[in-house]
């Protein structure tokens, strides 16, 4: 069975400060992997996507995430974050099953000024 | 082009009642998935349909159901209400259902009383 790990619930940054949400899953087959981004009373939105080919994938609104098959990892990063990028962040995996994914318990990132 | 609709946004249920969501997926995306997200269990995959055929199914009891229409759209039912079924519902749509890619709406948020 699939599972993801989200390491920190919240993470308090200061502006323009770099960020670093941190992502492990489980999986027996080969996934995909995924960085969505949930506003306050809003839905997810796409950040970025790991289907294959390059490990490091660049996103939406300067984010990177980094896929590492050997420590099952897929970090996310920003450089210099801006109070905007408050938000809940959900790592999330699927192995192609329709439709389905597997997310993480989310990361509060709080972005203080 | 128009995002995920979902109505109603926000409504209130007495426990035994039951509740009907609507869903109108992006133009063209023929799988339209559901997501149950509270606070303690974070965000669970409901069920999964593509081309009117429910392909994948998530572990929540029969109470809850769903269908979707030559059209596309998708409603979904709980039955019986519990106070535990109060809810953020998500709906998302893709073209395949594959590849993870989920464009969400912005939810339905149900409080049962």
């Known amino acids: 069975a699939q599972s993801v790990t989200q390491l920190d619930s919240q993470v308090p940054v200061f502006e323009e400060a770099p960020v670093e949400l941190r992502c492990n899953y489980s999986?027996?087959?080969?996934?995909?992997l995924f960085w969505y981004v949930q506003y306050p009373n809003q839905g997810l939105q796409l950040l970025l996507k790991y289907l294959s080919g390059s490990t490091l994938v660049k996103g939406i609104n300067g984010f990177e995430a980094e896929f590492n098959k050997s420590q099952t990892s897929f970090h996310l990063r920003k450089p210099s974050v801006h109070i905007s990028d408050t938000a809940e962040y959900f790592c999330a995996v699927t192995d192609n099953q329709g439709g389905k994914l597997i997310f993480g318990q989310g990361t509060e990132l709080s972005v203080k000024p | 082009k128009a995002g995920v609709t979902q109505t109603p946004r926000y409504l209130i249920k007495t426990r035994g009642q039951q509740v009907t969501l609507s869903c109108s997926p992006i133009s063209g995306h023929r799988s339209v998935s559901w997501y149950q997200q509270t606070p303690g269990q974070g965000l669970q995959f409901l069920f999964e349909?593509?081309?009117?055929?429910?392909?994948n199914k998530g572990n929540f009891p029969g109470r809850f159901s769903g269908r979707q229409f030559s059209n596309s759209r998708s409603e979904m039912n709980v039955s019986t209400l519990e106070l535990g079924d109060s809810a953020l519902y998500l709906c998302a749509s893709s073209p395949t259902g594959y590849t993870g890619e989920l464009f969400f709406g912005e939810g339905s948020r149900l409080t049962v009383l």
């Open positions: 999986s027996s087959v080969s996934v995909y």
């Open positions: 349909y593509f081309s009117e055929t429910q392909r």
